[in-house]
């Protein structure tokens, strides 16, 4: 385990459903990710929040809404998905040092949630 | 910008020889180097990475990996493969003035036969 839980592990939802996947990391860190991973390309930042503050949005679409409410807890919120965001939903946590001191820092990623639009 | 390429979907090894992963980078600036491993059903898990110093960097489960400054290379390797290294392998890498970005290869699949 690396200290970062992601829940629920699998979901399927319709283009029409309001859901949420919740991720949870036990590890102090001050700042938290979400990625996404289709098959066979790179993964894809989409949302990066440091001390809660969100830092970095890479052209994601309105219908993925990311809230942090503190620093261990983030939580991404979907609606009216499209089939193409059939995915798996990576969380990642890592601690950023002010000024980006320690740029060789290392993210520690959950197992991730499995989503299938329908 | 920066990116990384590997370019090898798959990797077939026997079990006991040397295995190889491939990885090359572009970024301005020094980099900073990762690997990550992800087993089936399994998030993304570190490995090593290169900061600076010896080129030679060594890490979890007996891997090890190689930074090449000319060839702007980061090459994963192990001595002696394990059926259990079987998973899907990524690297990853970090401009010097970039505190947040890490931009990651598409995976490359290494297979141990037994």
């Known amino acids: 385990e690396t200290g970062v839980t992601q829940t629920p592990r699998h979901l399927v939802m319709g283009m029409t459903n309001k859901k949420s996947l919740k991720c949870e990391q036990h590890?102090?860190?001050?700042?938290m990710y979400w990625y996404k991973q289709s098959a066979k390309k790179p993964l894809e930042l989409m949302f990066v929040?440091?001390?809660?503050?969100?830092?970095e949005n890479n052209s994601v679409p309105s219908r993925f809404s990311p809230e942090c409410p503190n620093s261990s807890h983030l939580f991404l919120h979907l609606h009216t998905l499209q089939p193409e965001d059939s995915a798996l939903y990576l969380c990642?946590?890592?601690?950023?040092?002010?000024?980006?001191?320690?740029?060789?820092?290392?993210?520690?990623f959950g197992p991730g949630t499995r989503l299938t639009v329908t | 910008a920066q990116s990384v390429a590997q370019p090898e979907d798959q990797v077939n090894v026997a079990e006991g020889n040397p295995l190889t992963v491939k990885c090359t980078y572009s970024?301005?600036?020094?980099?900073?180097l990762f690997w990550y491993v992800q087993y089936p059903n399994r998030g993304l898990q570190f490995l090593l990475k290169?900061?600076?110093?010896?080129?030679l960097v060594k890490g979890s489960y007996g891997f090890e990996a190689e930074f090449n400054k000319s060839q702007t290379s980061f090459h994963l390797k192990k001595p002696s493969a394990l059926v259990s290294d079987s998973a899907l392998y990524f690297c990853?890498?970090?401009?010097?003035?970039?505190?947040?970005?890490?931009?990651f290869g598409s995976g490359t699949q290494l297979t141990v036969l037994p």
């Open positions: 990642a946590s890592s601690q950023v040092l002010p000024g980006a001191a320690n740029p060789g820092y290392e993210q520690y």
């Open positions: 590890l102090g860190h001050n700042a």
């Open positions: 929040y440091s001390l809660e503050e969100r830092v």
């Open positions: 970024v301005s600036g020094n980099p900073y």
């Open positions: 290169y900061i600076t110093g010896d080129n």
């Open positions: 990853a890498v970090r401009a010097s003035g970039s505190a947040r970005q890490l931009t």
